[in-house]
Structures are given as structure tokens and as C-alpha cells.
């Protein structure tokens, strides 16, 4: 069942969602050849809880980090690792902060030094992606609207988009109802209305969409090795359009 919110309750998401974007924003500052997403791991924990925000997804199921770190074929749920990242990575961090009960969720994904024109291109397109989707999320339109804009987009292309790991609600929990793959008919899937949250989060792949989990049973990964982008916000859907919860641009609101 889909737990809509009250505009109060959507306030105190855009608070989470707000040190989730403020802590991109850091997270921004630090990304280099030579550092480490471990170094971004500690950095992020430490962000969140200056704050009083919990970072939810350390021991969300066993999950023993504040972020997914994930480098170039890693699609999502990567592990921090203290390998130094390479001029040339690009690099998909997933934080998620909850204050006060409520959650906000975004991830972002980062160049590494200089990048390829090929991951450059990948990384346009997949944000592309995000803010077709984002522009569709009023009321009255339906979730096979947001993703045929994602899935249209990505396929016109040549990028094939992930299936296997979904997007969701968002509230006091991290996963809500619904749940949803970003492929979609239009007309089609559930009617947004009002006081819905929930996540945008398309993930491009450069070849497959298909995957594979790595033996730790987190880490997901390109199955054919090719490169994966992901740009990821908390969205409302308010009777004034779209509202992005973990918008990084408007923090001074």
C-alpha cells in the first residue's frame, strides 16, 4: 500500500533530503585520483552524524557502511574500499540519511580526475534521464510515464537500463510501495497522486542491462564488464509540480 504524505511530512523529508544534498556537496569537493572511497565512507558517516542524522544504510540487512561505493562496472551496493581511485574512474555514491524518522535517499555519480568521452557521454545521459523522469512525476500521470521518459531516452541512446534493481517509496523506511523497474509503457503502472514520495534513480549501462551479484551477495555489477552511471533523487509529487527533496542546487532555500 502507498503511504501518502502530508505537505508537513514532506517538510521534514526535504530536512533529511537537504544533508543528503549537502553532503554530495562534499562529497563533490573530495573526489581526485589518490583518494579512496573509504576516505569518502568516513567522511560522509561523519557528515550525517554532525548533523543528527542517522546514516541508515549501516546495518540496513547487514549492509555494514554508511555508503555504496561503486566503481566504474559495479552498477550499485559496491563496498568502500581503500584502493585509491584511478584518473579515469567514475564512481556512483549512494548516501542515505534519516532525521527524525524520515528518510531521504539520493546518489550521485562522480568523474574521476579526466575522464573518456564515452563515460562522459554516459554520465550526461543517464542525468538526462533523471530530470526527463522527474518532469513527469505530477499528479494524474502514471509511473509508466516517468520511466518510458528514463527508458525512451536511455535506449534512443544505445544505453540499455538496469531491471533488476528497482526504484521505491520513500518515507520513515528507506523501501515503500511501490516498487518499480525504470522501463515503462505510458498510461500504464501507478496513478501518482499528491503526497507521494518516491525515488528516480535510473542506472545506464554503456552494453547489458543484465547483471551479476559478486560473491560478498551485495556488489552488483555489469554482466559484461561495460561501464554503469546512476543519478538518484528523492522526489514529492505536490499539486505544484514535482518538488526534488535532495536537490544540491537549492539548499539555501
Not at 503511504?3 to 573526489?31: D, Q, S
Not at 581503500?82 to 535517499?105: F, R
Not at 518515507?171 to 503526497?195: A, D, F, I, S
Not at 509529487?237 to 539548499?251: A, R
Request: proline residues 4%.
Amino acid at each position: 500500500m502507498v503511504t501518502l504524505k502530508t505537505p508537513e511530512e514532506i517538510g521534514y523529508m526535504r530536512r533529511a533530503g537537504r544533508i543528503v544534498a549537502a553532503c554530495h556537496r562534499e562529497v563533490a569537493k573530495m573526489i581526485r585520483p589518490g583518494v579512496s572511497t573509504w576516505d569518502i565512507e568516513c567522511m560522509v558517516e561523519a557528515f550525517l552524524l554532525e548533523r543528527g542524522a542517522k546514516p541508515y544504510t549501516k546495518g540496513y540487512k547487514g549492509y555494514k557502511y554508511a555508503t555504496c561505493a561503486s566503481v566504474n562496472d559495479v552498477i550499485a551496493h559496491g563496498f568502500p574500499s581503500k584502493e585509491p581511485l584511478k584518473n579515469g574512474d567514475i564512481v556512483k555514491i549512494d548516501i542515505v540519511a534519516q532525521l527524525d524518522g524520515w528518510v531521504g535517499d539520493s546518489a550521485w555519480c562522480y568523474a574521476v580526475g579526466e575522464v573518456s568521452p564515452e563515460a562522459e557521454r554516459l554520465m550526461r545521459v543517464t542525468r538526462e534521464a533523471l530530470e526527463l523522469g522527474i518532469a513527469l512525476a505530477v499528479p494524474g500521470n502514471r509511473l509508466g510515464d516517468v520511466m518510458h521518459a528514463v527508458q525512451s531516452h536511455a535506449e534512443s541512446n544505445g544505453y540499455s537500463v538496469v531491471r533488476d534493481l528497482l526504484g521505491h517509496g520513500v518515507g520513515r523506511q528507506l523501501h515503500e510501495e511501490p516498487n518499480y523497474m525504470h522501463v515503462g509503457t505510458p498510461g500504464k503502472g501507478y496513478r501518482l497522486k499528491e503526497g507521494m514520495v518516491f525515488t528516480i534513480e535510473p542506472m545506464l549501462n554503456q552494453g547489458t542491462y543484465r547483471m551479476t551479484i559478486d560473491r560478498d551477495g551485495w556488489t552488483a555489477r555489469t554482466a559484461d564488464g561495460k561501464l554503469s552511471a546512476q543519478y538518484e533523487h528523492t522526489v514529492a509529487v505536490t499539486k505544484d509540480g514535482p518538488l526534488v527533496l535532495t536537490d544540491q542546487d537549492n539548499l539555501e532555500d
